[in-house]
C-alpha cells in the first residue's frame, strides 16, 4: 500500500490561515472516518492534533481544524502563530489493522 | 507522568538482530493496541506493527513481516520488538505509540537503530 499524498511544503504569514491537504484512495482515507493529524517539530516526537477526521484532542488550540470530502482529507491553521512551524503528517487507517501515513508537508510562517 | 519510554536501539551489522524495548508508565497498558512507527532521518512515518491489548493479534507492514515479531508482557508493562535480518534500510528511529480513537495519541521519545558495517 502507498502512502498517503501531501504537498512537501506550505506558507504563510502570521494571522493567515493555511490548508494542507492529503489524498488517499478509495480503501483508506474515503473509506473510513479513522483520519488523524500529526504535528512534529524538530527533534521532537509527532503529537496527536486530530483524529476521527475533525476531532481536537483536550489541549490543542481550536486555530486547528480538519475534514474530508472524498479521498482527500485537510488540515487548516487558522490565525498562524510562529510556533506553528513544523512538519505535519495525515495518517488513516487502510482496513486489515494497517496504517498509512502521509510524506509530510513542512508548515512555513513567514 | 503518562509516557512511553523506548530502549534498546544502537548500531548493529547487517543481518543482524535487535531487540527493542518499550516501557509504559501511569495509564492502564493492558487496555491498549500499540504500535511501533519508524521514521528516517528527515523523512516521514511509516507504521510498522502493532499488537492488541491481550497479544493475541499482530500486524505487520509487509516490508517487515517474517523478519519482525512485535509481543508485549501486561504485567510488565511493557513492549517489544525483535528485529531480525535487519538492513541498511531499517535504520530509523522506532517510536512506541499507543492506540486510542483511532489515532496515535501517545507516542515515546524514540529510539535510534542504525544498520551498518
Known amino acids: 500500500q502507498s502512502a498517503l499524498t501531501q504537498p512537501p511544503s506550505a506558507s504563510g504569514s502570521p494571522g493567515q490561515s493555511v490548508t494542507i491537504s492529503c489524498t488517499g484512495t478509495?480503501?483508506?482515507?474515503?473509506?473510513?472516518?479513522?483520519v488523524s493529524w500529526y504535528q512534529q517539530h524538530p527533534g521532537k516526537a509527532p503529537k496527536l492534533m486530530i483524529y476521527?477526521?475533525?476531532k481536537r484532542p483536550s489541549g490543542v488550540p481550536d486555530r486547528f481544524s480538519a475534514s474530508k470530502s472524498g479521498n482527500t482529507a485537510s488540515l487548516t491553521v487558522s490565525g498562524l502563530q510562529s510556533e506553528d512551524e513544523a512538519d505535519y503528517y495525515c495518517?488513516?487507517?487502510?482496513?486489515?489493522?494497517?496504517?498509512?501515513f502521509g510524506g509530510g508537508t513542512k508548515l512555513t510562517v513567514l | 507522568e503518562v509516557q512511553l519510554v523506548e530502549s534498546g536501539g544502537g548500531l548493529v551489522q547487517p543481518g543482524g538482530s535487535l531487540r527493542l524495548s518499550c516501557a509504559a508508565f501511569?495509564?492502564?497498558?493492558?487496555?491498549?493496541?500499540i504500535s511501533w512507527v519508524r521514521q528516517a532521518p528527515g523523512m516521514g512515518l511509516k507504521w510498522v506493527a502493532n499488537?492488541?491489548?491481550?497479544?493475541?493479534?499482530?500486524n505487520y507492514v509487509d516490508s517487515v513481516k517474517g523478519r519482525f515479531t512485535i509481543s508485549r508482557d501486561n504485567a510488565k508493562n511493557s513492549l517489544y520488538l525483535q528485529m531480525n535480518s535487519l538492513s541498511v534500510e531499517d535504520t530509523d528511529v522506532y517510536y512506541c505509540?499507543?492506540?486510542?480513537?483511532?489515532?496515535?495519541?501517545?507516542w515515546g521519545q524514540g529510539t535510534m537503530v542504525t544498520v551498518s558495517s
Open positions: 499488537i492488541n491489548p491481550d497479544g493475541s493479534q499482530k
Open positions: 476521527e477526521v475533525s
Open positions: 505509540v499507543r492506540e486510542s480513537f483511532w489515532a496515535f495519541d501517545l
Open positions: 495518517c488513516s487507517y487502510g482496513g486489515s489493522n494497517y496504517w498509512l
Open positions: 478509495s480503501s483508506d482515507v474515503g473509506a473510513y472516518n479513522y
Open positions: 501511569e495509564f492502564t497498558f493492558g487496555r491498549h493496541w
